[in-house]
């Protein structure tokens, strides 16, 4: 009960810090890049879901960023244009005719749609093509972050439907409202919010349950786990697709909020930094990745305005920093405090957890005799 009351606590303590000392404390244009660091960090969650509990070095976020995110663009584009217009940069390198694939997202309510099934749909064939063949490791970081090269490569090339490397910009209104409007910006803001409070609640859920159990014991014991009839292919498929779902839904609002979307956005440099902040908040936590996402690009946008020059210095000194003194991230400063004080012989795991050495049995040690063999995702017959 008490950690259940301590969950509620940190929602709720959370939910005041963003919806009423945020806006009532920060000016438009702060409140604004907040709103833009909350989009970073729907993409950390992802990531800390599948690299922090699956064990999956996601390289390639930056793909499915993109795809929510120009997805929300090709919308706003045409809605900016109006029914059977043309927008502005296909009249500039273009023939002036809009391509027939772009004409659905003309509809929100496609555009919606697309954004939450196309990249979710994507990683789940590219999980199961990649995960069915054991591919793992160094070879899967690589694997993805080509992926996100190629995709970079390929919005470049594509100027007269994607904009080139100037990207999707411009956008005049969403969903109807005027982005000119402080309120509709404040409006975006409140929605990134309740999105990314909405993602680590449904986080927590898929963590505590039977599935987050057998997700980090594919993570640590994958062969095993497959000598006791489950499927680690279908486990690590789910969190990947969950990742890419968070990622698409990050950058469908990350448009709309910055008002922009370029390759610059969802390349190889991109995915790394949502990897950066990841690992040092702390990537098997549940707040970690949240936190070390907002940190990393806050700390960016104050250092690059004070010292233009020497920012990144700083920031890869403080990526040095809590590798090489909080490995865990800084989520787990709290927990290495406690540690020191009750001194030596206690030793925690990944997850921050007490390990008195004892090995772990698989999640199926954990299920009542009598259970159903489908009782765990994933499971073969």
């Not at 787990?332 to 004080?341: D, K, N, P």
Request: glycine share 14%; charged share 15%.
């Amino acid at each position: 009960m008490t950690a259940r009351l301590r969950l509620w606590g940190g929602f709720a303590v959370a939910a005041v810090l963003l919806f009423v000392v945020a806006p009532g404390a920060l000016s438009d244009f702060r409140l604004n890049l907040l709103a833009k660091f909350l989009c970073l960090a729907m993409v950390a969650v992802g990531i800390g879901l599948a690299w922090g509990r699956g064990g999956m070095l996601t390289l390639g976020q930056g793909v499915f960023f993109g795809l929510g995110g120009y997805l929300m663009a090709m919308h706003l584009k045409l809605a900016d244009a109006g029914p059977g217009g043309v927008p502005d940069f296909m009249l500039l390198y273009g023939d002036g005719t809009v391509p027939g694939w772009w004409e659905p997202f003309r509809d929100p309510v496609v555009t919606v749609v697309a954004i939450l099934v196309v990249p979710t749909g994507l990683a789940a064939l590219l999980g199961l093509a990649v995960f069915k063949r054991r591919v793992r490791g160094a070879y899967f970081a690589i694997l993805s972050q080509a992926l996100a090269a190629a995709f970079a490569i390929l919005l470049i090339g594509q100027q007269k439907v994607t904009g080139g490397t100037n990207g999707l910009n411009g956008f005049k209104s969403f969903f109807g409202f005027t982005l000119a409007d402080p309120l509709n910006k404040r409006m975006l803001y409140f929605i990134a919010a309740g999105v990314l409070l909405a993602m680590v609640a449904a986080t927590r859920l898929l963590m505590r349950s039977r599935y987050g159990e057998l997700l980090v014991a594919v993570r640590d014991q994958e062969n095993r786990v497959r000598f006791l009839g489950y499927d680690p292919a279908g486990v690590k498929v789910v969190a990947y697709a969950t990742a890419a779902c968070f990622a698409a839904i990050g950058g469908a609002l990350f448009t709309p909020i910055v008002g922009i979307i370029s390759p610059a956005d969802v390349g190889v440099v991109a995915s790394i930094a949502f990897l950066v902040g990841v690992a040092i908040g702390g990537r098997a936590t549940l707040l970690g990745p949240v936190l070390g996402a907002v940190a990393v690009s806050w700390a960016e946008t104050s250092l690059s305005e004070q010292f233009p020059s020497f920012w990144t210095y700083f920031q890869g000194a403080l990526f040095i920093g809590v590798v090489a003194f909080l490995p865990n991230g800084l989520a787990t400063l709290g927990q290495v405090w406690r540690r020191r004080r009750a001194g030596p012989g206690i030793r925690e795991d990944e997850s921050g957890q007490p390990d008195d050495g004892t090995p772990r049995s698989a999640p199926e040690a954990s299920l009542p005799a009598d259970a159903p063999a489908d009782a765990l995702p994933g499971r073969t017959a």
